[in-house]
């Protein structure tokens, strides 16, 4: 039976804030490959059209991230075909249960990465927005600054070391109560 | 795998550069070691937060079903090889645009006597905008003064500094951290700010933005009626109407603060403001360093404050604010082991002093507050004093964001000492009332902090002021 327009605004919210978690997880199960954007906008459709099945008051997370697994390994199965080297579905799913069981804290995350990247001097900060804000390649950004392209990959396993150092100390603030 | 070959290896992987045998033995070590797998998570926690970070606004703003809809069937309509028509059709039509309009530049804008400003574009060489001019993919930098903000759209707004914010569509400004009131014209609709703790989208109105590090964002509406997204926790959103002003807490839900319109500016001032409070703040790692600075003869000792919302946890009590005694370390004292104040964001304490010897109320010459605790940020400050002359309506004094302390270490403790003067020696006059709300300070449960004393100095007003 369709849900009324209620539900409907209730489950279209329940996606929404499942996202980030949507997005973690999705990435968990394949790290460093294109297309998380895709599987995740595959998902929320599929999730959409599943809203009549989902119970309300039951696990969403849950749900939304096993209805996440097989859009996943669909897209890995198609690269695999394509020959892309990727973890074997054993170590894939371990990883993702493994990710799945951490409490989150996407939220406390964000505000001591923005915390730590404020930090950070302004070149280096640079760097790290155009890596993850842009959609071009570092070989462009190292004509642009008239760095080598192997300078900038220096930089930014530097970088990236730092801000996991950093935000782990943030988070170990957070955590602290007087 | 050493641990530097792990590292190197992860990142790798998450860069989509890791393959070959290289690949292969990160895999193995990742099913034979659960430390490798921890390491994998942090990569994985970091990678993820650094791209939803960037990419959040979008996926923030979630899709609506209709356009993954449309997506799918453009996808269908694109392996038929009718997208590519699409493409021509609609190349020829921006190429017609281009043709016959000069573009009016997207952002305009002017500074303040006094102001330094800073402004960076994505466009190089010729292509770079010239002059007081913002494009998609320009940012703003004010170190100090004040700007004026005029979109093409029509949407107007005044920044204050320090601020940082960078155009990325005509009516998507990311905003880091300022002050900025907007006026937004019925025909800009849509116009959306994102700063690092929400997403606001105007439906026609005027309203203001609080944006600094490590506090929370807040928004404050004028006119009108605004949409505010949390980009945290429960990311819930609400509609804000004129009145109204809230900011979203560590979880996502909204909560309500005062609408503080005389924080914004609507106009560019035509000279340097300078400051006529003077603060002066300091602050040790040593927990006790002001402990001998709380004084027992200010205005507010003895009197009874009216409160709200405060944390009544470990005996800790707004009345021990300005008792003159500052307290000992957590657990010292059997039966009151957090001895001083513990704020939630919000938590207010109002004292009538009334209206004096000859009814003229009281000048207010300087004001000190002193936070201290033992580790974890509890001992930053972050409050609003308020004063209300004889029976006048109360007014924002000043506001103090002071959080050196959010890098201590958890077991070392620190303490801050803040004081409030004024360049003429009085900082208010005629004033029968005196009230204070505590803010949000970085790095601590809450945003709270351990308030330890309040004073609040002066005398009987003598003339009217």
């Known amino acids: ?178 | 795998m050493n641990h530097s070959e792990l590292e190197h290896h992860l990142q790798e992987l998450f860069d989509g550069r890791l393959e070959g045998q290289a690949f292969e033995n990160l895999q193995q070590e990742l099913r034979d070691d659960p430390a490798a797998r921890a390491a994998y998570r942090e990569h994985l926690h970091l990678h993820h937060a650094l791209e939803f970070r960037t990419k959040g606004v979008d996926r923030l703003n979630v899709v609506p079903m209709e356009r993954v809809v449309k997506r799918r069937e453009l996808r269908t309509m694109r392996n038929a090889g009718l997208a590519a028509v699409a493409l021509l059709v609609l190349g020829a039509l921006v190429m017609a645009l281009v043709a016959s309009h000069q573009p009016k530049p997207t952002l305009t804008f002017n500074t303040a006597p006094g102001t330094e400003t800073s402004i960076s574009h994505s466009s190089k060489g010729e292509d770079a905008p010239e002059g007081m001019v913002l494009e998609p993919g320009s940012r703003l930098k004010i170190i100090t003064g004040t700007v004026e903000l005029e979109f093409s759209s029509g949407v107007r707004g005044i920044i204050r500094g320090p601020a940082d914010l960078t155009l990325q569509r005509e009516d998507l400004l990311e905003l880091t951290n300022g002050t900025v009131w907007f006026e937004v014209p019925s025909k800009a609709v849509g116009f959306t700010v994102n700063t690092p703790d929400l997403v606001l989208t105007d439906l026609g109105t005027g309203f203001g933005i609080i944006s600094e590090p490590n506090f929370l964002d807040e928004v404050h509406v004028f006119d009108g009626v605004v949409e505010v997204r949390s980009r945290h926790g429960l990311k819930k959103k609400e509609l804000l109407k004129a009145g109204q002003a809230r900011y979203a807490g560590p979880a996502g839900r909204w909560k309500e603060t005062p609408v503080r319109r005389d924080h914004f500016l609507d106009e560019l001032p035509t000279k340097i403001i300078e400051p006529a409070v003077v603060s002066t703040e300091e602050s040790s790692g040593n927990q006790l360093a002001y402990a001998d600075d709380a004084s027992d003869s200010d205005l507010l000792h003895g009197l009874t404050p009216v409160t709200t919302g405060w944390n009544l946890g470990g005996k800790a009590h707004p009345k021990e604010l300005t008792d003159g005694i500052h307290g000992a370390k957590y657990e010292q004292v059997l039966g009151d082991p957090v001895q001083g104040a513990w704020t939630t964001v919000g938590a207010t304490a109002e004292y009538h002093l009334g209206t004096g010897a000859k009814e003229l109320g009281y000048d207010i010459t300087s004001i000190q507050s002193i936070a201290d605790w033992n580790g974890a940020g509890f001992g930053n400050q972050a409050w609003t004093v308020e004063v209300k002359p004889v029976g006048g309506s109360y007014r924002i004094l000043h506001t103090v964001n002071y959080h050196p302390l959010t890098s201590q270490p958890l077991d070392g403790g620190g303490a801050t000492k803040v004081t409030l003067a004024d360049k003429s020696g009085v900082l208010a006059s005629g004033i029968e009332s005196v009230k204070f709300t505590a803010s949000h300070v970085a790095g601590s449960v809450g945003n709270s902090f351990v308030w330890r004393e309040l004073d609040v100095f002066g005398g009987p007003t003598k003339r009217t002021p």
């Open chain 1, 1 to 178: 039976m369709e849900l009324d327009a209620t539900q409907q605004a209730e489950f279209v919210s329940q996606i929404a804030n499942h996202q980030a978690a949507l997005h973690a997880y999705i990435i968990s199960l394949m790290p460093g490959m294109d297309g998380v954007d895709d599987v995740l906008q595959e998902t929320n459709l599929v999730l959409w059209e599943k809203r009549r099945t989902f119970e309300p008051g039951s696990n969403f997370r849950a749900w939304a991230c096993a209805i996440a697994r097989f859009r996943v390994m669909g897209h890995r199965r198609k690269l695999g075909r394509l020959g892309f080297q990727m973890f074997d579905d054993d170590l894939a799913e371990q990883l993702a249960a493994e990710c799945e069981a951490e409490p989150e804290e996407l939220t406390d995350r964000i505000r001591a990465l923005e915390h730590c990247l404020g930090r950070l001097p302004e070149k280096e900060r640079a760097l790290i927005d155009f890596r993850y804000f842009s959609d071009s390649q570092l070989e462009e950004y190292a004509a642009q600054c008239g760095r080598p392209v192997n300078s900038l990959r220096v930089s930014l396993f530097r970088i990236r070391t730092a801000l996991k150092k950093c935000i782990t100390g943030e988070l170990t603030l957070y955590r602290n109560r007087p």
